[in-house]
């Protein structure tokens, strides 16, 4: 999974499946479930920590060509999950549609950016999501409207569910307007963020009416490191993985950084990377039938 994550981290997947289509999608998840076999899938793996036992499963990508189809009907546009988000943002607020400027400098699939509702305090890829295209464990498939979805900070109600494809609503713009935020937001995290370095983004969601990385800063953590992996000094949410750090040493820092910020602030910080990490049986588990 080293090739496959931004962290550059993680043992080995047993099998990998790149489907065709969606028909060829829900015959594999039709027949894992029958198997007991567990699934996981992964967009551009810019928020997922695969343990080093890596992940004994299917682990699923959508970068067919089926799936990285975009269909543009006036203000109104259906992508699909494997589209990489963040030259399609560009490219849409460079042609004067609104909506997707905060996405600049997110690196994400359509499909993880829906799962994950990416975003910050510029907007949330929710923002402009009308219906999701998902597929279930039993293989079938349905259109799911945005508001039942519950999309909220970093989290939606797609658990279980694989993403084929989103219909986003952009209305027109100005193009010299998106144009200008798109460029501002990219630069703002180009100054801000350790982009060029391994990493999942931020590593904890911020707890209410806290910065997660302030609080880390405030504790006096920033370049702290376990093995290979620090606190960024860039920014303090971000942990980065050297060249020989293990998914292991990421983990144990997670838990260095919890346990000062709690000691410190009496604050609990979620983590908001998924981490694959094996269960007490050994096996890692997605879905449960
Ligand atoms: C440098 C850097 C900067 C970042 N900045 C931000 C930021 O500003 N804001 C922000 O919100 N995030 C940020 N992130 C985190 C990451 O970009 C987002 O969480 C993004 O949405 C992950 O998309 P992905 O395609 O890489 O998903 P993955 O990391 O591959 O997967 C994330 C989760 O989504 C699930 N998933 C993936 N594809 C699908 C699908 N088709 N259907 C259902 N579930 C799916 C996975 O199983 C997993 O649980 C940053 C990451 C990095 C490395």
């Not at 998840?29 to 810019?46: D, F, I, Q, W, Y």
């Not at 508001?147 to 027109?172: A, N, W």
């Not at 370095?197 to 405030?218: Q, T, V, Y």
Request: proline share 4%; net charge neutral; charged share 30%.
């Amino acid at each position: 999974m080293t090739k496959l994550t931004w962290f550059r981290l993680g043992g080995r997947a047993r099998y990998l499946f790149r489907p065709r289509d969606e028909k060829q999608l829900s015959k594999l998840l039709l027949c894992t479930r029958r198997e007991g076999v567990p699934v996981k899938v992964l967009g551009a793996g810019a928020n997922v920590l695969v343990s080093d036992d890596g992940f004994d499963g299917v682990v699923v990508r959508l970068d067919a060509p089926a799936f990285k189809r975009v269909l543009q009907d006036g203000d109104r546009c259906r992508v699909g999950a494997g589209v990489d988000l963040m030259p399609f943002a560009r490219e849409q607020s460079y042609e004067g549609r609104t909506g997707l400027e905060c996405m600049a400098g997110i690196p994400a699939t359509v499909g993880g950016a829906t799962r994950m509702n990416a975003g910050g305090a510029h907007g949330e890829f929710s923002d402009v999501v009308k219906t999701v295209r998902v597929v279930s464990r039993d293989g079938t498939t349905e259109d799911r409207p945005s508001d039942v979805l519950e999309f909220g900070y970093r989290r939606s109600k797609l658990d279980g569910l694989i993403v084929t494809s989103v219909e986003l609503e952009l209305p027109d713009g100005d193009p010299q307007r998106t144009r200008n935020r798109f460029d501002e937001i990219m630069a703002g995290k180009v100054e801000s963020q350790p982009i060029a370095e391994n990493s999942a983004g931020c590593i904890f969601k911020n707890p209410p009416g806290h910065a997660a990385g302030a609080l880390i800063d405030r504790a006096g953590l920033k370049g702290t490191s376990v093995g290979d992996a620090s606190v960024s000094e860039r920014h303090a949410n971000f942990i980065v993985a050297g060249k020989s750090a293990t998914a292991s040493d990421v983990i144990a820092l997670i838990d260095v950084v919890r346990e000062r910020v709690s000691k410190e602030f009496d604050i609990d910080l979620e983590v908001e990377v998924d981490i694959w990490r094996p269960t007490t049986q050994g096996s890692l588990v997605l879905w449960r039938s």
